[in-house]
């Protein structure tokens, strides 16, 4: 079980991370299609996956 907490640690600190980094990017004025760009590649995600992230960030604000 220890396993499987780590995992989750691990995955809530990674998402909270990478929510983080497109709250900032919003800040800054950066594009939608540019946010969603460099997050895929920097943290080699999906598309899917990043547009969920982004639409998840939108409902926390």
């Not at 709250?23 to 997050?39: A, H, L, N, Y």
Request: charged share 40%; net charge negative.
């Amino acid at each position: 079980m220890c396993n499987y907490s780590s995992y989750v640690f691990t995955e809530g600190r990674d998402k909270g991370i990478i929510l983080g980094a497109i709250d900032t990017m919003r800040d800054d004025g950066v594009s939608e299609e540019k946010i969603m760009r460099r997050i895929m590649k920097k943290y080699q995600i999906s598309e899917d996956d990043a547009k969920r992230l982004m639409d998840e960030e939108k409902e926390l604000v």
